[in-house]
């Protein structure tokens, strides 16, 4: 069975930092506009697949890096949209970007959970399993590289397929995955959901999961050429769209 | 007839100049990010009142302030959307988060048009009448005192209802218009509709056109306990939202 659909472009990895750099650097955005754009993606992805009304409860796992500030920003979104969104941001960077998305979300009373808290099982099961409708994964992005460390990879295992979780959807990279050859010991965690940001990378080829969505509607036609980036159309005004995910 | 609803509530000028502080001090927003979101509510606002069918052609008015910030950012996002946007941006601020939108419209090929260009008319009419199917006006917010200057003053002029322009959509106050008092001469301009950010501003009372919308989904509830915000509720995911102008 093949996912890719025909004209879909993946990026490598370094490819996909560069377009994070031009971005950024010769075409003049800002992280914070990126960020609040690819969140929004995120959050509107997660509301076309997930209903709130059959999935109010949404776990945002918030990395380090700038997939967990897409995190931060997709949970202020989704409570405005009406969800119950809950954060675990085990290792919050101290950075003025960060520091708000913080400050916003807690503005809006959205719970932060600990790793602890969110691993701990007296006996009627984990976080997971008690609390929790659907998980947003943003814990590890295209920068990412090795191995997960303390506390994200019992976060991962807990997440892994044979601990039955709810479904998961991941921004840009399922969490643990290398960015080109995807889950490659096996035993990595297997959305439900993906959604790309900006175009699809690699390892996007070997998601087997119902729902793969692509958001960052901001390419301009310099990087799109570039990077021979052939990609669906994004429907009227929406901030995401479906990759079809076989031909 | 009242064009007021019930509930909605208005800010005078200095409420909305605290607001953006608050929004931007303690409630941890960046200027990026509030932009950001209101630029694209104005997007979607025009894209649900004018579509890019028969309304391809927008020409967006940017001032000096954030209120022209807003516009560039609504200029990107409509362009994406599918329409022919053109901005005339007669006195661009040269301050790294305005560059930067300039850049990100060049880079979409957006064409920008000087005011001496907009309004000169050469038989055929001005570019109003000739190549325009709706206004987007982002000139003056809601800090705006006293009378516009030049070249403004004149731009403003060939947009009064004695000169037949096309539709003006207004960024959170008609340009010309007092925050609080409204059009005191009774010669300013009359747009077609309204887009109020965060909340309507008193002079929207005296807003006669069709279409009211209200963008900037990001209201934390201090802000709007604070103000006795009373608002409609956003649809689903949308970014704005129309507000009933009839009792």
Avoid at 17 to 44: R, T
Avoid at 195 to 221: D, N, Q, Y
Wanted: contains cysteine; charged residues 20%.
């Amino acid at each position: 069975m093949s996912n890719i659909s025909e004209g879909i472009t993946h990026l490598k990895q370094d490819e996909a930092i560069n377009v994070d750099v031009e971005l950024m650097g010769p075409l003049g955005f800002s992280v914070d506009q990126l960020m609040e754009l690819a969140g929004l993606s995120c959050a509107c992805s997660v509301a076309e697949v997930y209903p709130r009304d059959t999935h109010p409860r949404v776990l945002i796992l918030a990395g380090p890096g700038n997939n967990g500030g897409d995190g931060l920003v997709a949970a202020r979104h989704l409570k405005h949209f009406g969800y119950k969104p809950t954060i675990c941001y085990p290792k919050p960077t101290d950075k003025p970007l960060y520091n708000g998305l913080v400050t916003q979300c807690r503005s809006l009373q959205i719970e932060f959970i600990s790793a602890d808290d969110l691993l701990k099982d007296e006996g009627n099961g984990n976080y997971f399993a008690r609390e929790c409708d659907v998980v947003l994964d943003a814990l590890f992005g295209f920068s990412f590289q090795g191995a997960p460390r303390p506390p994200f990879a019992a976060i991962l295992q807990a997440l892994s397929p044979s601990a039955s979780p709810p479904p998961i959807a991941s921004v840009d990279i399922p969490s643990g995955w290398q960015v080109e050859d995807g889950d490659v010991d096996g035993n990595g965690i297997r959305p439900d959901m993906l959604i790309s940001l900006t175009a699809p990378k690699e390892c996007s080829r070997k998601f087997e999961g119902a729902h793969h969505f692509l958001g960052g509607r901001f390419v301009p036609p310099e990087i799109a050429e570039k990077y021979h980036l052939v990609l669906p159309e994004y429907p009227g005004t929406s901030m995401c769209v479906r990759i079809p995910s076989q031909l």
